[in-house]
């Protein structure tokens, strides 16, 4: 009963309920921008709510949280620029809708597809927390570093022409996320003795420069041509549109959940799985993928918000952070008296179901703000692009700059804005060095950590994998997706069909 | 013509004098060594707004990661010494020189408030086969290459206390599992990756308390308020009193040559600050010692800290160069 | 939207242009160069060092070393397959790869790099918008310079004054202007 009450605490108080609101509106403008981070707008939200009671800072900060993940799509359709990492797969299918003319379109499937997403991640948060986390913790070194081989496989579906460029792409991102010292052991790795590259690329830097600068000096050979006109007539998607689609969005936020709950990946790994199962389970896509497939929207925005609701899970029950926005939000809590922790949910159990009460807030504003406004939105990309392409490019650069405010993140960011705009030209999909850098540290860490801890005997580790029902699943996946890439499998196939 | 010169000199004094006076008269940059969500980032963050007030003026905390620490201090170090551009960090910087991470550490900055210090805990998974301190020194010896520590990387909180427990009681054979940060560690502790972990009270305490994980030993002289019935490794075995207290701390630095007047004024906003009463408190739950030191007692402390801690490194070998290369002194010499 | 039939539209992620079986102008050069990059990035990750244990495998070398090795045999294989392509004799560099507005940009761009440390965030970006939107745009300086400097005091807003991010000052002295505003609203306030 109590639960319940502090549940509608958020809907009664409507100092509360403004604050998610105007938390949610900002956030969608934040995650629009790329290189304003949710991460950063929640950090500097901590010195500006420092002195404010400890639920008005926490409704501020899960709207952000929650407008801010569902944000990141808008540039990604219109601009084929994400507003953050957990976009990139949406900019795949969303921007080649926007250049038909469908912007609005995309933007309506994708914002009720992450209304979706993100209720089905809270239902999860309220209803099976500890179970969640009680099976997040059971992931072990190896078994993160089967879930990065697994990721590394996406290459394939992210690669639109040469597979073997985008094997390239992807080994190219993992070498990139190596760059600097190693957090392991603090050894050098590819710092070529400059000092500058101690501290590593962020890999931020480089996906604003690749989508970001690349995009602009591509947008240069069409200076002169008119921008799309987007018909906006059409945003709500239709009933039968959404019914169509809602097995799809259910197991893609399956997936979303529980890449969010697993400490250590987030709503961007999560994002580019879901697109690829998508692209895995959809046998007849109106639109093929990569030329504006709804489905391709679908995936990755219901996952990367059902992802909010995954990363609280770990942070509700454990005080374990499940993403760069929950550990911040764990410091929130501190700074307000309260003892993050799993102590947390037994001491205040208030403080649980208000947090599930802001994030229902928050994901219903995110629907309003979401289907409304679109029209100033497709304004931008109409605007005339002798403004819009120096504009993304300074945009850009402030953004490279902000993740880290380093001047060397602008070096590389525009240094990966021409390399991107060769790699473009050439037929280098760019997807997979994105993957590859996100995945890079998962891998690296994980596989060191596992063949560490059965001091470094390889038989021992595959004996551990094969013991383990976690990790045997997990192979089983790996090797399952990857015969299916290889023309051996295409080879035995057409043979079995001629045979049969 | 002379007498321009001196009236010049007179007026620019006077500006400049007027200007220290003033101090804030703009934003003062405060450069968090660690990420957002850290211990160095919580502490900070909830200590500035208060000295902020105290100062009357607006501190920009910004965090500036990479390279163990390092790429925060050298952009401190390479800033102007005008007391507008602060740097708050951790312990790390001590270690950086014989570590080979860098060739600056505390010595050319001046310390504002060193504000708290962190104790260091044994913990252990649930499942680990011992109970306390006492018993998991016996398993070890009795099981060579079986337990798996936790580490967080060369000169980390857990490779100190890992190279104090070896000083002590001898050396273990055990496995260190390296983890980027001691909440991974702690997660993988839990899940069974790792049996034990040397962390910092703070981080470990809320998961003790609700029986998550337990703990060994407090690597301290005397038992904590916090955690009454953890056994102490002094009590255990003497040889511990060498080298203990020992702990990570957390500060507020200015880069050598700030105007004294600028330096007396911040050291004067954080003093009073950390004595709060909301930060107080805040320190103390999350078991930490408030320390809310500064001038000659901090440079002591720091200088102390180093020596301590660097002998005992070069000790177990885990150093790229000696201490004595930069003049840092064996403790008691 | 038109798609100009002699060259191809360049709008889409993955191929803004070319034919798969033709090689474009440049491609090889670019092949080549990927290949050599790699081949040295393999001589570096090989002189990677565990300065403080072992070099085994779960050394900081293990992995980069694994993926350089895939990144050579890739692009030699990608530079195999380039190779045997005919060129594509309906392209030229100056024309499809590297206009001239591409040149002046990516020439801004790093102008934009050397002097935002020296002279500072807004007056170097006041000089790239409006340089930028003149080159483009061909319209008016009045209407350029109004549309670039709104748009600089935007940006400026949102990112200097909202989130706090502090680009190089340079030769202006931002920090003052902003406190001078700070006094004088909570002056006001008072």
């Not at chain 2, 050319?108 to 018993?135: H, K, M, Q, W």
């Not at chain 2, 953890?230 to 060498?242: Q, W």
């Not at chain 3, 680009?167 to 920090?175: D, F, L, N, R």
Request: charged share 15%; proline share 6%.
């Amino acid at each position: 009963m109590t639960a319940l009450m502090d549940f509608f605490l958020v809907f009664t108080q409507p100092q509360l309920f403004l604050l998610v609101g105007l938390g949610t509106f900002a956030g969608v403008y934040v995650g629009a921008i790329p290189g304003l981070s949710v991460t950063m707008a929640v950090s500097i939200l901590i010195s500006f709510t420092f002195s404010w009671d400890v639920y008005p800072a926490i409704s501020l900060m899960i709207g952000i949280y929650m407008g801010g993940v569902y944000g990141g799509s808008r540039t990604a359709i219109l601009l084929n620029i994400p507003g953050a990492p957990s976009a990139i797969a949406t900019a795949l299918d969303g921007y080649p809708m926007a250049q038909r003319g469908e912007a609005g379109t995309a933007i309506g499937v994708t914002t009720v597809m992450s209304f979706i997403g993100g209720f089905i991640g809270i239902g999860v948060l309220a209803l099976a927390a500890p179970f969640v986390s009680d099976f997040a913790l059971k992931f072990q070194p190896r078994d993160y570093m089967l879930l990065a081989i697994l990721g590394i496989l996406l290459v394939g579906s992210l690669s639109q022409g040469s597979l073997v460029k985008g094997i390239f792409a992807g080994a190219l991102g993992i070498a990139i996320g190596a760059v600097g010292r190693d957090p392991l052991t603090f050894t050098e790795r590819f710092t070529f003795d400059l000092n500058l590259l101690n501290g590593g690329i962020s890999f931020i830097a480089v996906m604003i420069g690749m989508f970001g600068v690349s995009e602009a000096l591509l947008q240069l050979h069409h200076v002169d041509k008119d921008a799309v006109r987007q018909k906006i007539s059409r945003i709500v998607p239709s009933l039968a549109t959404v019914k169509k689609h809602l097995p799809l969005s259910l197991q893609t936020s399956t997936i979303g959940v529980i890449i969010g709950a697993l400490p250590g990946t987030g709503g961007d790994i999560a994002a580019l799985m879901a697109y690829d199962h998508a692209k895995r389970v959809t046998k007849n896509p109106e639109v093929p993928f990569g030329e504006g497939a709804m489905e391709g929207l679908v995936a990755p925005e219901t996952a990367n918000n059902a992802a909010v609701g995954g990363a609280f899970i770990p942070m509700m029950t454990l005080g374990i952070p499940g993403d760069a926005v929950t550990a911040i939000m764990i410091g929130a809590l501190f700074i307000h008296g309260l003892n993050p922790g799993p102590m947390l949910m037994i001491e205040k159990p208030d403080m649980f179901w208000f947090i599930v009460g802001c994030l229902v807030m928050a994901n219903v504003f995110m629907l309003i703000f979401g289907l409304t406004g679109i029209k100033l939105f497709t304004k931008i990309v109409e605007m005339p692009r002798a403004v819009l392409i120096p504009l993304i490019m300074l945009l850009s650069i402030v953004g490279a700059f902000a993740v880290n405010n380093a001047v060397t993140d602008v070096y590389w960011m525009l240094g990966f804005g021409v390399f991107g705009y060769f790699m473009r030209h050439y037929g280098y999909p760019l997807g997979p060095v994105i993957l590859g850098v996100i995945l890079s540290r998962l891998l690296d860490d994980n596989w060191r950590r596992a063949i560490i801890s059965e001091r470094e005997e390889l038989g021992r580790f595959f004996w551990g994998i094969v013991t383990s029902p976690l990790s045997l699943t997990l192979l089983v996946a790996v090797i399952l997706i990857f015969v299916s890439q290889t023309p051996v499998w295409r080879w035995g196939k057409s043979k079995l069909f001629k045979e049969s | 013509m002379k007498r321009i010169l001196m009236g010049a000199v007179a007026a620019f004094a006077l500006t400049t004098g007027m200007a220290v006076a003033e101090y804030p008269e703009k934003e003062i940059q405060g450069i968090i060594q660690w990420g957002a969500g850290g211990s160095t980032d919580t502490v900070m963050r909830s200590v500035t707004p208060h000295a902020e007030e105290i100062l009357g003026g607006t501190v920009v905390m910004q965090n500036m990661t990479g390279a163990v620490g390092a790429i925060a201090l050298n952009y401190v170090a390479d800033a102007a010494a005008d007391g507008y551009t602060v740097l708050m960090g951790a312990e790390n910087p001590m270690l950086y020189k014989i570590m080979g991470l860098g060739d600056k550490d505390y010595s050319e900055f001046t310390p504002i408030n060193i504000l708290a210090r962190g104790t260091p805990l044994l913990v252990a998974n649930n499942d680990a086969p011992f109970n306390t301190y006492s018993e998991m020194i016996a398993y070890v010896k009795e099981h060579p290459g079986e337990v798996r520590f936790g580490s967080t990387g060369p000169g980390g909180l857990p490779s100190v206390v890992t190279a104090m427990v070896e000083a002590v009681e001898g050396d273990l054979d055990v496995i260190f599992v390296p983890y980027d940060g001691d909440g991974p560690a702690l997660t993988g502790l839990q899940g069974g990756a790792i049996d034990v972990m040397p962390a910092v009270l703070g981080a470990a305490i809320e998961g003790v308390k609700a029986g998550n994980m337990k703990a060994l030993g407090l690597v301290d002289v005397a038992r904590n308020a916090n955690l009454p019935d953890v056994e102490v490794v002094a009590e255990v075995n003497d040889g511990y009193n060498t080298y203990l207290p020992w702990g990570p701390f957390f500060g507020v630095f200015a880069k050598n040559g700030t105007p004294d007047e600028v330096v007396a004024k911040l050291t004067a906003a954080y003093a009073e600050a950390a004595q709060n009463a909301d930060f107080v408190a805040l320190m103390e739950g999350r078991g930490f010692t408030l320390m809310n030191i500064s001038g000659d007692e901090a440079e002591a402390f720091l200088s102390k800290w180093q020596q301590g801690t660097a002998w005992l490194l070069q000790d177990a070998g885990m150093t790229k160069a000696s201490p004595e290369e930069f003049g840092i002194a064996r403790p008691g010499e | 939207m038109q798609i100009d039939p002699e060259h191809h539209d360049g709008t889409s992620d993955a191929t803004p242009g070319g034919e798969p079986d033709k090689r474009r102008p440049g491609e090889l050069l670019f092949a080549a160069f990927l290949t050599v990059a790699s081949l040295y990035l393999v001589w570096d990750a090989w002189g990677i060092e565990n300065s403080f244990g072992p070099n085994g495998l779960s050394s900081p070398r293990s992995i980069p070393l694994a993926t350089t090795v895939v990144m050579v045999i890739s692009g030699a294989l990608v530079l195999l397959r380039t190779a045997r392509l005919p060129l594509d004799r309906t392209e030229t560099v100056s024309k499809d790869i590297l206009p001239w507005t591409v040149i002046v940009f990516a020439g801004l761009l790093v102008a934009y790099g050397m002097a935002l440390r020296p002279i500072g965030f807004l007056p170097v970006s006041a000089a790239f918008l409006i340089i930028g939107i003149k080159v483009l745009g061909r319209r008016s300086w009045v209407w350029t310079i109004s549309i670039a400097l709104a748009a600089l005091v935007a940006i400026w807003l949102i990112f200097r004054i909202v989130f706090s991010v502090l680009m190089p000052a340079g030769i202006v002295p931002e920090a003052e202007l902003v406190q001078f505003f700070r006094t004088l609203f909570s002056g006001g306030a008072e």
